[in-house]
């Protein structure tokens, strides 16, 4: 099937390449020339596992192209995704001029018959706002709107875009069902489950979903800071909330809390929702208090451990808001390093990947080429982002290069035991501390 993707970024392009690898005959635009520029050079605007031989592969047997032209990926498309951003406005509602813009693209573009299709994650209701776009445009029928919002995670997207554990597919067309089934047949395994609804219900489930995950990330920090006060370990709890099958152990982690681009926009956008619609929905506002509570916990700890922080030196293993990815949007260690650099500590941060990105972001970061060179000298160390190259350190090594040996686990990534005989300050979230 001829498929143009409008949008290039973290979901777009992984969508591009799987479509393409079962196939499909596939153009993808973006709004962003540079990043078109670089993807035509064989480059990739962002890092993702095994994404980069992923879109090798497929743009040299000539499924996959890229263009600045939204002309010609969307002229003959039989279906249209569209994969642009929908950040937040400063109300917290989603900003959907990106999704406006796309739908007026492929309502000039497309020749159709074409199925316009929200992958963008949009608050209920955008899709007749879109349908209304292409009837402004297009009397004659020939553009139908779908939702098949998409449910991978940065870090293993190529995985879960090749390996779906669900498909959703909302639309009120019956014609577009049925390409939309057509379209995705060859990724539908037996354990994948297959969904169809209408489209409103295809827009709610995914914010539903991703503020529902929100929401275990903070019922754990909420965990933590009774464990703490309580003098339990935090990891025990969600260990045994997790093997009840009604609650699963997944996200039920205690940390700094949720970052990334999706968690915290989604939750505020879904609050904002549900108070467009009439519905006080507090309990979202709460997720959101909680997960902020998170990261001044970890900050006090290391306030606490320090006493003054102004000229003290602190060194962040982990910047990107999980492992697996360079992207710093809303991470917590950039919060974390924010915070700290306010208070006039020196801040040294080291990421696998991430290190570019978070220097963009926040200047005053020192960023070091290696976590021995980051902790090297400093007061403390925060574990913030639980790669294995963080969880993997050498610990001797670590506590020789330090100048006071405290380490804030803000991912519980290291043993109490083997921190105790390395000598450490070790300071973890929701479990008892280790003193010398
Ligand atoms: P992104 O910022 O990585 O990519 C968005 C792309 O859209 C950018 O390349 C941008 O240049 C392009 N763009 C913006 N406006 C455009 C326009 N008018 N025309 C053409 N291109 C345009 O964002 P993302 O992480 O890929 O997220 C996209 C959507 O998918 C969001 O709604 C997000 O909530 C949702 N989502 C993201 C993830 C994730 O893990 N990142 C997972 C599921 C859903």
Not at 88 to 117: D, F, K, M, Q, Y
Not at 222 to 227: G, T
Not at 323 to 350: C, F, H, K, M, Q
Not at 405 to 427: C, K, Q, S, W
């Amino acid at each position: 099937m001829k498929v143009g993707v409008i949008g290039t970024g973290h979901v777009g392009l992984p969508t591009a390449a799987t479509l393409a690898h079962i196939g499909h005959d596939v153009t993808a635009t973006d709004a962003d020339q540079e990043k078109i520029e670089v993807l035509r050079r064989g480059g990739m605007p962002f890092f993702e596992p095994a994404l980069e031989d992923l879109v090798r592969g497929e743009v040299e047997v000539g499924r996959l192209r890229f263009t600045a032209d939204p002309a010609e990926a969307l002229t003959d498309a039989r279906v249209a995704f569209v994969c642009v951003g929908t950040p937040p406005r400063s109300s917290g509602e989603a900003n959907l001029i990106a999704v406006e813009r796309s739908a007026e693209i492929v309502a000039r573009h497309a020749a159709g018959p074409t199925v316009v299709v929200e992958k963008s994650t949009v608050p209920a209701g955008t899709a007749a706002r879109v349908a209304e776009i292409l009837a402004r445009h297009r009397s004659d029928g020939a553009l139908t709107v779908a939702c098949n919002p998409e449910f991978l995670r940065e870090g293993s997207a190529v995985e879960d875009s090749l390996r779906p554990d669900r498909i959703l597919v909302g639309s009120d067309s019956e014609e577009a069902l049925a390409v939309m089934r057509e379209l995705f047949a060859p990724l539908v395994r037996d354990d994948t489950r297959w969904i169809e609804t209408d489209l409103h219900t295809a827009e709610l489930a995914k914010h539903a979903n991703n503020a529902f995950l929100a929401l275990k990330v903070s019922f754990a920090n909420a965990m933590a800071r009774m464990a703490e006060a309580a003098g339990a370990d935090v990891e025990a709890v969600t260990e045994v909330m997790g093997a009840d099958p009604r609650i699963g152990r997944a996200h039920l982690s205690a940390g700094l809390g949720y970052g990334g681009s999706c968690f915290p926009k989604d939750l505020l956008a879904f609050e904002r929702l549900a108070a467009r619609l009439g519905y006080d929905f507090p309990l979202l506002r709460e997720v959101a208090r909680i997960n902020e509570e998170a990261l001044d916990a970890a900050f006090r700890k290391v306030e606490a451990a320090l006493w003054n922080l102004e000229g003290k030196r602190v060194a962040l293993l982990g910047l990107a808001f999980k492992p697996g990815t360079d992207d710093v949007r809303y991470s917590p260690a950039l919060g974390l390093a924010d915070r700290l650099l306010e208070a006039g500590t020196i801040v040294v941060g080291y990421d696998p990947q991430a290190g570019p990105n978070a220097k963009a972001e926040l200047p005053g970061l020192e960023i070091a080429e290696d976590p021995y060179e980051a902790v090297s000298g400093a007061d403390a160390a925060v574990v913030c982002t639980e790669w294995e190259q963080v969880a993997g350190l050498d610990l001797g090594r670590v506590r020789a290069a330090m100048r006071l040996p405290v380490i804030v686990d803000g991912r519980n990534v290291f043993d109490p035991g083997e921190m105790a005989r390395h000598g450490f300050t070790y300071l973890p979230t929701g479990r008892p501390p280790v003193r010398p």
